[in-house]
Protein backbone atom coordinates (compact mmCIF):
# COMPACT_ATOMS: atom_id res chain seq x y z
CA UNK A 1 0.00 0.00 0.00
CA UNK A 2 1.23 3.66 -0.36
CA UNK A 3 2.86 5.13 1.92
CA UNK A 4 3.02 8.55 3.64
CA UNK A 5 3.26 11.16 0.99
CA UNK A 6 4.36 15.02 1.51
CA UNK A 7 3.70 18.03 -0.62
CA UNK A 8 5.68 19.73 -1.87
CA UNK A 9 9.05 18.24 -1.54
CA UNK A 10 11.12 21.24 -1.34
CA UNK A 11 10.10 25.08 -0.69
CA UNK A 12 11.95 28.57 -0.59
CA UNK A 13 10.13 31.21 0.84
CA UNK A 14 11.69 34.90 2.25
CA UNK A 15 11.40 36.08 6.03
CA UNK A 16 7.60 37.54 6.78
CA UNK A 17 5.63 35.18 4.25
CA UNK A 18 4.03 31.87 5.29
CA UNK A 19 3.60 28.17 4.10
CA UNK A 20 1.20 25.86 4.01
CA UNK A 21 2.45 22.04 4.22
CA UNK A 22 0.09 18.64 3.22
CA UNK A 23 0.73 15.19 4.69
CA UNK A 24 -1.24 12.27 2.88
CA UNK A 25 -1.25 9.41 5.85
CA UNK A 26 -1.38 5.49 4.52
CA UNK A 27 -5.06 4.63 3.80
CA UNK A 28 -6.47 3.46 7.39
CA UNK A 29 -4.25 5.55 9.41
CA UNK A 30 -6.28 8.51 11.10
CA UNK A 31 -3.53 9.76 13.16
CA UNK A 32 -1.17 12.48 11.80
CA UNK A 33 1.51 13.76 13.62
CA UNK A 34 4.25 16.45 12.19
CA UNK A 35 7.63 16.60 13.17
CA UNK A 36 10.24 19.78 12.89
CA UNK A 37 13.92 18.09 12.02
CA UNK A 38 16.99 20.64 12.14
CA UNK A 39 20.34 19.76 12.65
CA UNK A 40 21.29 21.04 16.38
CA UNK A 41 17.79 20.05 18.17
CA UNK A 42 17.47 16.77 16.03
CA UNK A 43 13.63 15.77 15.55
CA UNK A 44 10.94 18.23 17.67
CA UNK A 45 7.29 17.08 17.76
CA UNK A 46 4.71 20.27 17.06
CA UNK A 47 1.69 18.45 17.00
CA UNK A 48 -0.65 15.60 16.84
CA UNK A 49 -4.21 14.90 15.01
CA UNK A 50 -6.75 12.62 15.50
CA UNK A 51 -10.40 12.13 13.85
CA UNK A 52 -10.08 16.15 13.44
CA UNK A 53 -8.92 17.17 16.55
CA UNK A 54 -5.73 18.36 17.94
CA UNK A 55 -4.78 15.69 20.74
CA UNK A 56 -1.34 17.04 21.76
CA UNK A 57 0.95 19.64 20.98
CA UNK A 58 4.34 20.47 22.01
CA UNK A 59 6.17 23.66 22.39
CA UNK A 60 6.16 25.67 19.64
CA UNK A 61 5.12 29.30 19.11
CA UNK A 62 1.55 29.78 17.86
CA UNK A 63 2.92 31.03 14.64
CA UNK A 64 2.61 27.25 13.74
CA UNK A 65 -0.96 25.97 13.55
CA UNK A 66 -2.23 22.65 11.64
CA UNK A 67 -5.86 20.77 10.89
CA UNK A 68 -6.93 17.64 9.62
CA UNK A 69 -9.39 16.77 7.39
CA UNK A 70 -12.36 14.46 7.51
CA UNK A 71 -10.02 11.90 5.13
CA UNK A 72 -7.67 11.78 7.76
CA UNK A 73 -5.01 14.46 5.64
CA UNK A 74 -3.32 16.85 7.04
CA UNK A 75 -2.20 20.18 6.55
CA UNK A 76 0.26 22.22 8.50
CA UNK A 77 0.85 26.32 8.67
CA UNK A 78 3.65 28.19 9.67
CA UNK A 79 2.73 32.25 9.23
CA UNK A 80 5.22 35.20 9.29
CA UNK A 81 8.46 32.81 8.62
CA UNK A 82 11.66 33.89 10.69
CA UNK A 83 15.10 32.06 9.30
CA UNK A 84 15.14 29.63 12.20
CA UNK A 85 12.11 27.99 10.70
CA UNK A 86 14.08 26.97 7.67
CA UNK A 87 14.13 23.16 8.51
CA UNK A 88 12.95 19.68 7.33
CA UNK A 89 8.96 19.11 7.91
CA UNK A 90 8.08 15.52 8.88
CA UNK A 91 4.71 14.14 9.00
CA UNK A 92 4.03 10.37 10.62
CA UNK A 93 1.02 8.43 10.28
CA UNK A 94 -0.87 5.61 12.42
CA UNK A 95 -3.72 3.78 12.58
CA UNK A 96 -4.42 5.47 16.33
CA UNK A 97 -3.06 7.83 18.60
CA UNK A 98 -2.09 5.19 20.85
CA UNK A 99 1.42 5.28 21.53
CA UNK A 100 2.07 1.99 20.72
CA UNK A 101 0.77 2.10 17.42
CA UNK A 102 3.64 2.44 15.05
CA UNK A 103 4.39 5.38 13.15
CA UNK A 104 5.39 5.79 9.75
CA UNK A 105 7.05 8.88 7.89
CA UNK A 106 6.92 10.57 5.15
CA UNK A 107 10.10 11.73 3.41
CA UNK A 108 9.11 15.41 4.69
CA UNK A 109 9.41 18.99 3.19
CA UNK A 110 12.55 20.98 2.92
CA UNK A 111 11.61 24.21 3.70
CA UNK A 112 14.30 26.88 3.33
CA UNK A 113 13.54 30.90 4.47
CA UNK A 114 15.83 33.54 2.71
CA UNK B 1 16.39 21.28 26.82
CA UNK B 2 17.23 18.37 24.43
CA UNK B 3 15.48 14.87 27.18
CA UNK B 4 16.70 12.47 24.91
CA UNK B 5 20.29 12.53 24.15
CA UNK B 6 22.82 10.62 21.78
CA UNK B 7 26.29 12.08 22.64
CA UNK B 8 28.06 10.60 19.30
CA UNK B 9 27.18 12.28 15.99
CA UNK B 10 28.68 9.69 14.00
CA UNK B 11 30.37 6.17 14.67
CA UNK B 12 32.47 3.69 11.86
CA UNK B 13 32.62 0.01 11.86
CA UNK B 14 33.84 -2.84 9.84
CA UNK B 15 31.51 -5.10 8.29
CA UNK B 16 30.56 -8.02 9.91
CA UNK B 17 31.75 -6.15 13.29
CA UNK B 18 29.40 -4.88 16.28
CA UNK B 19 27.67 -1.61 15.80
CA UNK B 20 26.83 -0.16 18.97
CA UNK B 21 24.78 3.37 19.14
CA UNK B 22 23.74 4.32 22.57
CA UNK B 23 21.27 6.69 24.26
CA UNK B 24 20.74 8.57 27.37
CA UNK B 25 17.49 10.09 28.53
CA UNK B 26 16.60 12.60 31.54
CA UNK B 27 12.55 12.05 32.06
CA UNK B 28 12.04 9.41 34.47
CA UNK B 29 8.31 9.89 32.89
CA UNK B 30 9.41 8.08 29.34
CA UNK B 31 8.76 4.65 30.01
CA UNK B 32 8.78 3.80 26.16
CA UNK B 33 11.71 3.45 23.50
CA UNK B 34 12.06 3.09 20.20
CA UNK B 35 14.99 3.70 17.31
CA UNK B 36 14.45 4.96 13.62
CA UNK B 37 16.60 4.64 11.02
CA UNK B 38 16.85 7.30 8.15
CA UNK B 39 18.71 7.17 5.10
CA UNK B 40 19.00 10.83 2.98
CA UNK B 41 15.84 11.91 1.74
CA UNK B 42 13.51 9.59 3.08
CA UNK B 43 11.59 9.67 6.42
CA UNK B 44 12.57 7.81 9.82
CA UNK B 45 11.59 4.29 9.54
CA UNK B 46 10.96 2.47 13.22
CA UNK B 47 13.61 -0.51 13.94
CA UNK B 48 12.70 -1.62 16.87
CA UNK B 49 11.35 -0.66 20.66
CA UNK B 50 11.18 -1.55 24.14
CA UNK B 51 8.96 -0.94 27.25
CA UNK B 52 10.27 -0.12 30.17
CA UNK B 53 9.11 -3.41 31.74
CA UNK B 54 12.03 -4.94 29.88
CA UNK B 55 15.55 -4.81 29.87
CA UNK B 56 16.18 -6.51 26.43
CA UNK B 57 14.55 -6.86 23.31
CA UNK B 58 15.80 -8.84 20.30
CA UNK B 59 14.70 -8.89 16.57
CA UNK B 60 17.32 -10.59 14.08
CA UNK B 61 20.43 -8.50 14.09
CA UNK B 62 19.06 -5.88 16.09
CA UNK B 63 19.09 -5.87 19.82
CA UNK B 64 17.90 -2.90 22.62
CA UNK B 65 19.09 -3.03 26.25
CA UNK B 66 17.64 -0.89 28.43
CA UNK B 67 19.19 0.06 31.84
CA UNK B 68 16.76 2.18 33.69
CA UNK B 69 18.05 3.37 36.35
CA UNK B 70 20.96 4.71 34.41
CA UNK B 71 18.42 6.39 32.04
CA UNK B 72 20.25 4.82 29.73
CA UNK B 73 19.63 2.65 26.51
CA UNK B 74 22.13 0.87 23.50
CA UNK B 75 21.21 -0.60 19.96
CA UNK B 76 23.68 -3.46 19.00
CA UNK B 77 23.82 -4.14 15.63
CA UNK B 78 24.95 -7.98 14.92
CA UNK B 79 27.01 -8.34 12.57
CA UNK B 80 27.13 -5.14 10.81
CA UNK B 81 26.47 -4.67 7.27
CA UNK B 82 26.82 -2.02 4.55
CA UNK B 83 23.30 -1.40 4.29
CA UNK B 84 22.78 -0.28 7.75
CA UNK B 85 24.43 2.58 7.11
CA UNK B 86 22.18 5.42 7.89
CA UNK B 87 21.02 7.83 10.80
CA UNK B 88 19.92 6.25 14.04
CA UNK B 89 17.60 7.86 16.07
CA UNK B 90 16.62 7.02 19.48
CA UNK B 91 13.41 8.54 20.71
CA UNK B 92 11.16 7.96 23.63
CA UNK B 93 7.58 8.28 24.92
CA UNK B 94 5.42 8.61 27.83
CA UNK B 95 2.26 7.30 29.07
CA UNK B 96 0.62 11.17 28.98
CA UNK B 97 2.34 11.92 25.94
CA UNK B 98 0.34 10.14 23.27
CA UNK B 99 1.86 10.04 19.95
CA UNK B 100 4.55 12.36 21.02
CA UNK B 101 8.01 11.47 20.61
CA UNK B 102 11.12 12.89 21.84
CA UNK B 103 13.96 12.17 19.58
CA UNK B 104 17.48 12.28 20.13
CA UNK B 105 19.86 14.33 17.59
CA UNK B 106 20.95 11.27 15.80
CA UNK B 107 24.36 9.07 14.88
CA UNK B 108 25.28 8.45 11.42
CA UNK B 109 26.54 5.30 11.36
CA UNK B 110 28.83 3.76 8.64
CA UNK B 111 29.76 0.41 7.92
CA UNK B 112 32.72 0.03 5.90
CA UNK B 113 33.22 -3.06 3.64
Known amino acids: KAGVTQTPRYLIKTRGQQVTLSCSPISGHRSVSWYQQTPGQGLQFLFE???????NKGNFPGRFSGRQFSNSRSEMNVSTLELGDSALYLCASSLSWNRKSEQFFGPGTRLTVL | DQQVKQNSPSLSVQEGRISILNCDYT??????FLWYKKYPAEGPTFLISISSIKDKNEDGRFTVFLNKSAKHLSLHIVPSQPGDSAVYFCAANSQTGANNLFFGTGTRLTVIP
Open chain 2, 27 to 32: NSMFDY
Open chain 1, 49 to 55: YFSETQR
